[in-house]
Structures are given as structure tokens and as C-alpha cells.
């Protein structure tokens, strides 16, 4: 059976502060509050279409910090959906300072099962220049308590923020990796209209990360949390005309997820000088290898490589075999 989100989202609502990176009705591609109806409606509408098992998924703002009656109004219409077995669980996501003991329980009494934590980075330097009201060891603390109370514990990280580098991203993976949680989600910075990121980079103080250069840092990334078996459940922001619209700059590509395993594939060629090469490959696998609107194809020709690229049946699927011409 798949698995699939029901997702409410509860744009900008509860957070204490606004974050440097952070316009939340372009990132959530709306601005309206969602009411106890729409959550029941969306649920509904859900259901309709069998062979899926579904999650009620509140993102989009700082959940466990919107005022309570407002969040016991959400949680209450969807409870009876976890209650009857029509949906596995409710998952929630929100700022790490805003989890202590008691919202825990009222969110296990309220069948939430999974909890996402914004981490974004665990450099505090990072933390507090992009204005995130919050330290490391916070995210430490809340990720133990989530643990503790029997909640599946989700950490989403942000690379390329102000005064964050590389090596920083990686160090924050591996203290994320040393939290042991379920699911990790990967957002690269996107610069939105009307935020402290524009700002910064209008002065030409902040220079975001390109897409290419995104997806090669995911590249390093990914494999860090494979190895702990820990499940990347996204990468990128989700496509919507409002973040089109309001990007200024930065790592969006509606396809993200496809160019970091295309970067892989890359990054198998890379492995040999420039030359002139025959490169085999499952067909299933020769998109991925060819990159996004060929853009794998056009890199190898500029950095000097002379490639014939064959199918071959053969070939393992996301494997190469590179042959010198």
C-alpha cells in the first residue's frame, strides 16, 4: 500500500520571530488559516482514493506554538480519523523551543504520532544570524523528549543559510545523525521577496547557493544519512507559482530531488579525466546519467569530456561502465 500525506497546512502562525529565510505564505502558498471544516474536508476527500495509507500532516508554521485553543480545534477534527483506523497517525512540525512535557502529552492524547522538528542548522553562529531564536542544544533537548514520549522524530535541516559553509552543513548532518531520528528533510535556501535573506543579498553581503551547487552538497549529505538508515524524505522546497513568483535567488528547482541523483550519476564520470569516453548505462538509468534538460551533457562538454552514452541492459541500474575511445 502507498503511503501518502493528508497535508493542513497553518502558514506563519505561532512563530515568535521571523526567521531570516523565512516569507511562510510563499512557502506554504497560502496565507488563509485553515478551520476544524478543512481539515475534515481534506481528510475526506483523501479517502476517496483507496490503495493509499495516510498520515494527517500539520506543517507550515510553528504548530505547538499557535495559540492552544486554535491547535486543540485542528487536532480534535482530525483525532477521529486516527481513531477509527481510516489514517495511520497525525505528524506535526514545529520549532524545538516550543516542545516541552505538557504539549507532548496533549499531542499523544490527540493520536499525533511523529514530530518534526525545524533544527536548520546546529552551528550557532548560523542560528543566530538568520535570526532563529533558538541554539543547537535546544534542538538537542526537544529531540530527546520527543524520543522519550514515543513520538517518531523527524529534524529538517536548511544548507546554504547566511554564514553557513559547506562544512558546516556536514557537521550539522552528522550531530543531526547522532539525534538517531526517523526522517530527516534537506532544504537548500531559497531567497523570497520581503525577507532578511533578500536584504543581505541586495547588499551583497549573502550570496545563496545555485542549484548545482546545492545539489552537489546533497551529494555528501545523502549518503551520511543512508549509511545510518536514516530516511531523506524531501529535498528542495515543493514547486508552487508562489514561490515562483517571490524567489529572488537561491537553490529552487521544481525537479531538486532529480538533479541531486542525477549529481550522482555525474559524479561517476567525474571520477575519470577529461577524454574522450563511451559510457554504458541501464536505460532506465540514462536520464539520470543525461541530467535534467541534458544539463549533466552540457557540464561534461564544457569541463573537456568527449562522450557516446549506449544503453545496455546489463549494466546494474544507477551504474556505469566507462570505456576510453
Keep these: 500500500m502507498k ?5 493542513i497546512f497553518v502558514p506563519f502562525n505561532g512563530c515568535p520571530q521571523q526567521c531570516s529565510f523565512c516569507n511562510q505564505k510563499t512557502i ?14 481534506a481528510v475526506e476527500t483523501a479517502l476517496k482514493h483507496k490503495g493509499y495509507e495516510y498520515e494527517i500532516a500539520f506543517f507550515g508554521g510553528s504548530f505547538t506554538a499557535i495559540d492552544r485553543r486554535y491547535m486543540l480545534e485542528l487536532l480534535n477534527a482530525a483525532e477521529p480519523y486516527v481513531k477509527n483506523g481510516s489514517v495511520k497517525g497525525i505528524r506535526i512540525s514545529t520549532r524545538p523551543d516550543f ?49 522519550e514520549f514515543g513520538f517518531e522524530l523527524g529534524l529538517q535541516m536548511m544548507t546554504g543559510l547566511y554564514l553557513d559553509t559547506d562544512e558546516k552543513a556536514v557537521e550539522t548532518a552528522k550531530k543531526i545523525i547522532a539525534l538517531k531520528p526517523a526522517t530527516v528533510r534537506i532544504y537548500p535556501t ?18 545563496p547557493p545555485s542549484v548545482d551547487d546545492a545539489a552537489a552538497l546533497c551529494t555528501v549529505l545523502l549518503p551520511l544519512f543512508e549509511k545510518e538508515k536514516i530516511r531523506v524524505i524531501r529535498l528542495g522546497l515543493h514547486s508552487s507559482e508562489d514561490i ?30 577529461p577524454g574522450d569516453y563511451e559510457v554504458f548505462v541501464n536505460p532506465r538509468s540514462m536520464s539520470k546519467l543525461k541530467g535534467n534538460q541534458k544539463r549533466n551533457v552540457y557540464f561534461l562538454m564544457e569541463e ?22
Excluded: C, W
Design 28 to 41: 506554504t502558498g497560502q496565507s488563509k488559516q485553515p478551520t476544524a471544516g478543512d481539515v475534515k474536508n
Design 244 to 273: 515562483k513568483k517571490n524567489m529572488v535567488a537561491g537553490a529552487f528547482h521544481p525537479a531538486f530531488g532529480e538533479i541531486v541523483q542525477s549529481r550522482f550519476m555525474l559524479n561517476k564520470v567525474l571520477a575519470y579525466p
Design 99 to 147: 516542545i516541552d512535557k505538557e504539549v507532548l502529552t496533549l499531542l499523544k492524547e490527540k493520536g499525533v504520532t511523529a514530530v518534526e522538528l525545524g533544527a536548520q542548522s546546529m552551528d550557532d553562529e548560523v542560528l543566530k544570524a538568520n535570526l532563529r531564536g533558538h541554539t543547537a542544544q535546544d534542538v538537542v533537548n526537544a529531540s530527546a523528549l520527543v524520543k
Design 304 to 325: 573537456g569530456y568527449n562522450i557516446k552514452y549506449t544503453s545496455n541492459e546489463k549494466i546494474e541500474v544507477d551504474e556505469i561502465k566507462v570505456v576510453r575511445r
Design 190 to 207: 531559497v531567497v523570497l521577496k520581503g525577507t532578511y535573506l533578500e536584504r543581505l543579498y541586495d547588499e551583497k553581503v549573502y550570496l
Design 3 to 7: 503511503k501518502g500525506n493528508i497535508s
